[in-house]
């Protein structure tokens, strides 16, 4: 079953596994995040729930032509590593002030485009 595989098959499933994990675990209290931490209201939260999900399936689009001019391997490194420092930046606990928002706002950017990258080498 796993013979005659190509090389880079077990890297793209463990990179690929890991980004799904870190993804819906976080999806999973992100709003309650928002709400409890930054006290936003529902409808913001959701807001910024919206642009997250948004920028998580267009920026693939981009990561593919990256891929395609780079190397979908190298993009395979560049997107988990991307999105290492955007999990490591929203795991800081930096309180609930405006530098704590532009964090967290930076952290998902980080996220959306490793995200970008990972995802355009998964055909």
Request: aromatic share 16%; charged share 10%.
């Amino acid at each position: 079953m796993f013979e005659n595989q190509p090389k880079g098959l077990w890297t793209l499933a463990l990179a690929n596994t890991g980004e799904r994990f870190g993804y819906y675990t976080m999806l999973a209290v992100f709003a309650l995040f928002l709400g409890e931490n930054f006290g936003f209201a529902a409808g913001t939260a959701s807001e910024i729930y919206t642009w997250f999900l948004t920028l998580v399936y267009f920026l693939p689009l981009f990561g593919g032509i990256a891929a395609d001019r780079w190397g979908y391997s190298k993009m395979v490194v560049i997107g988990i590593i991307i999105m290492f420092f955007g999990y490591l930046l929203l795991s800081v606990p930096l309180g609930g002030d405006m530098a704590a928002v532009a964090a967290m706002v930076a952290a998902l950017l980080l996220v959306s485009l490793g995200t970008g990258c990972l995802r355009a080498t998964c055909k």
